[in-house]
Nanobody, 123 residues
Framework: VQLQAFGGGLVQAGGSLRLSCAAS????????MGWFRQAPGKEREFVAV????????NYADSVKGRFTISRDNGQNTVYLQMNSLKPEDTAVYYC?????????????????WGQGTQVTVSS
């Protein structure tokens, strides 16, 4: 599966952005979809993951209550709605896919990655 993330940009603290990740192919619904981010000088970190059907999701503590992951299997797209953004949310955001991630919070569990989209939150 090929992934393309978009929707990043520059936003003031307290603002919102919605990221999208479009997937190619007809097997999108077979994949768990995750979002990760990497800030300058830091390691890539888990943000959120959603199950194949969209019925369950999990979030990093740092974004819980502010970010929402969702998916539309008919459109082969996963979304990350980001509200109440903070300067520390500034990073390149990546979407990732895997059929059976044993530990979905670990980036090593994902076989497919998008190219990343930059999110910059100004104070």
């Amino acid at each position: 599966v090929q992934l393309q993330a978009f929707g990043g940009g520059l936003v003031q603290a307290g603002g919102s952005l919605r990221l999208s990740c479009a997937a190619s192919g007809r097997t999108f619904s077979r994949y768990y979809m995750g979002w990760f981010r990497q800030a300058p000088g830091k390691e890539r970190e888990f943000v959120a993951v959603i199950s194949r059907s969209g019925g369950s999701s999990n979030y990093a503590d740092s974004v819980k209550g502010r970010f929402t992951i969702s998916r539309d299997n008919g459109q082969n797209t996963v979304y990350l709605q980001m509200n109440s953004l903070k300067p520390e949310d500034t990073a390149v955001y990546y979407c990732a896919a895997d059929m059976t991630p044993r530990t979905p919070t670990l980036m090593g569990e994902y076989d497919y990655w998008g190219q990343g989209t930059q999110v910059t939150v100004s104070s």
